[in-house]
Each structure stands twice: as C-alpha cells, then as structure tokens.
C-alpha cells in the first residue's frame, strides 16, 4: 500500500513526511522544490491484536504489515504543461494506491506561502485542477483510437468507450475521475485507465499546535470540500508529529495525553488510508511467527491466501478459521478446535477483518 503524500511547496509535506516515518530521508526547509525525488518510508501498521496473538503462541517473531509513504515534490500551477517539476511530478503519482493532500491550515510569517495568501480552498484547487487537466489531455488522446476499436466490433474496447466518455464529460466539467459512479464489474476498467483524479484522496490539514484538537477556519474549509466529494478530512499538526517521532511508545502516550490528543496523527492517517481503500487485516499465528497480512475487504479465501504466495492461491484446498475474539477467548488454536470455534471453510468464503487463518494447499 503506497500513499503519495502531495501539495504545493512550504505546506509542510516534508516535515510530515518525516513524522510519519520516523526519518529524515526528506529535507524539510523553507524553499519550494527541496524534495527533488521521491522519498520512500515505510511504516509498520501498530495493531494490539498481533501483539497478543504473538503473545498467545509465545511466537518467536511478530511481523506486522506495512504501508509506504511516499513525499513527492511539490506540485505548482501548471504543473500538467510542465512547470515546476510537472510531468516527474504526476508520473511519481500514478504508481499511488491513494494521495494524500497535504494542505496548509496554519498561519506563520516565518514561513513563505508559494502564492502570497493562506487560502485552502484555493490550494486545494491548484492541485486537483492540474491533476485533471492531466487526466483530460490522455483521455482526449485515447478516445478517438478506442472509437475505432469499438467501431471494428472489439469487445473489450466497445464497454470501455462509455466508462470514458463518461470521464471525460466529468473532467470538462471540473470534477475529478473519482466521482464516476459506476458498477462493481466496471470498476477494474475505470482503475485500468490509471488516472490520476481516480484514486482515493486524503485531505491532511496540517494545523498549528494550539489548533491540533478542534481545527481552524481554514480545516473547516477543507472538511466541506472532502464532504462534498465523499472523500476523508483530518486535522495533524507536522509540528507535534515531529515532537513525538522522537519519543518511546510511553512519552509519547503521556505527550498526546497532555495535549488532549486521543491519537497520533500517524494513527489517524493509517485509519483513514485503510477506510479509503477498503482493506480489512487478517493473521496467521503459531511458534514460529505471528503475521498481519493486509488485503481488500471482500476477498475470498484464495485471493486472501494469495498475499502469503501466489502458490497457496494456485492449490487453494481449504481454509481453518477462527474469529480473533473466540482465538484469544480460548486462548489459541487447540481449544479453539475444541470447543467448536474453528471453521472449515472453502473457495468462497469472504474473509473478515482479524480472522486468524490457517491455509491448506497442495502445488
């Protein structure tokens, strides 16, 4: 799971980013185009549940899973013609699963603000808008040839073409690919068009301190426009999540607490990631190794296999189940079989978010 964290220059995306991953792999200084190239950090997804399951076993390792962070360097008006660092810009974005605005919603006039004024809405605008002039100019370059495709009765093309008039109707409009409704058999031609606006957003209002529980005018601004679109808002001040990436689990816990946080901003950010995606987590457990595994909510019992190797999917024979509540009730896999809480469950089985999974397969 990668999410590329965007925005214009001197939002505090770097500084974020270092946050978030605890490094200080981006230079986080107060000048546009300081993050040339992508910087990569991944972060372990902290879950109670993996912790006890490892316990439960006395398992000789944990592995959590993970999600990527992605700083890309800031966009700028014009960025889809070229400017600023245009195309490397929107090419670094098309490998995301989910972008991240990162928005300024704090005032400091120590701190240059690319367009003179503190204005969120407007930013915001800056940045959707050329990742849909981008979206439209490769639409428009491959309507006319899908036309012809449809025209000379290719299938596959003559079920695309409306997906993409469709989009492009939308995009002319001002709206982003993303608001496209369309069926669940079509949404894998919609993703396959790799479009920049089709991927799930996260508005990061980056807030100062004081304004860290409640928000401000400006997070309030962006609030309504992540509500208009059905996207997701969440108030972080960079500020405090550079404070605490340099604390134990305990200081921080006492940190947050003083400030009257109920969580970090990297939590709150793993949350909303998994919501927008869809991804449910499911485990294995045993002596050896406790393990979380991330996967797309509604996955069948193969796809979900798939995650520990492509071969447990490919002779896929059955799947032992047990709830995480009922495992840690009947402390492991023994008494759970015992008492009736394991399943035998086949091909079609829909996984659910903390099932404890056992695969049976043959190659």
């Known amino acids: 799971m990668q999410i590329g964290i965007v925005g214009l220059p001197n939002v505090g995306k770097s500084t974020l980013f270092n946050a978030l991953t605890q ?12 993050t040339i190239d992508p910087n990569v950090g991944e972060v372990a997804i902290p879950d109670i549940r993996l912790k006890t399951l490892s316990e439960i076993n006395d398992s000789k390792s944990k592995i959590p899973t993970k999600i990527s962070f992605v700083d890309i360097a800031g966009l700028v008006k014009g960025a889809s013609k070229g400017e600023g660092l245009g195309n490397k810009f929107l090419a670094h974005i098309r490998e995301m699963d989910a972008i991240a605005y ?36 490769s639409v428009e370059s491959r309507i006319p040839s899908i036309e012809k495709k449809a025209k000379s009765g290719d299938t596959e093309s003559k079920e695309l073409l409306p997906i993409i008039n469709s989009v492009h109707k939308l995009l002319t409009s001002g709206k982003p690919a993303r608001l496209l409704e369309v069926s669940e058999s079509d949404k894998p031609k919609l993703k396959n068009l790799q479009l920049l606006t089709s991927k799930p957003v996260l508005y990061i209002c980056n807030v100062s301190e004081k304004d860290a529980i409640s928000g401000n005018k400006y997070s309030e601004v962006i609030k ?31 940190y ?9 901003g990297l939590d709150q950010v793993i949350q909303s990631s998994y919501k927008l995606l869809d991804l449910i987590t499911y485990f294995t457990s045993g002596p050896e190794e406790s393990r979380a595994w991330t996967i797309p909510k509604g996955s069948n019992a193969p796809r ?30 023994k008494k759970s079989k015992e008492a009736g809480k ?21 190659v």
Request: aromatic share 8%; proline share 1%.
């Open 102 to 137: 990162v928005i300024r919603c704090f005032e400091d006039n120590d701190i240059v603000h690319i367009n003179g004024t503190i204005n969120p809405a407007e930013d915001s605008e800056i940045v959707e808008t050329e990742l849909m002039l981008s979206d439209l100019e």
């Open 224 to 254: 309504n426009i992540a509500y208009k679109e059905n996207a997701i808002s969440i108030i972080i001040s960079a500020k405090i999540e550079s404070e605490i990436s340099l604390l134990n689990i305990e200081e921080k816990e006492e």
């Open 23 to 34: 490094t200080s792999n981006a230079q986080a200084e107060n000048y546009p185009f300081c």
């Open 256 to 264: 947050l607490q003083a400030l009257g946080l109920e969580q970090s």
């Open 304 to 333: 979900a296999a798939r995650e520990i190797h492509t071969d447990f999917e490919k002779g896929f024979i059955r799947a032992e189940v047990v709830s995480y509540k009922d495992y840690v009730l009947l402390e492991g896999e």
């Open 342 to 362: 394991m399943r035998i469950e086949g091909k079609d089985y829909v996984v659910n978010d903390g099932d404890v999974i056992y695969f049976r397969f043959n």
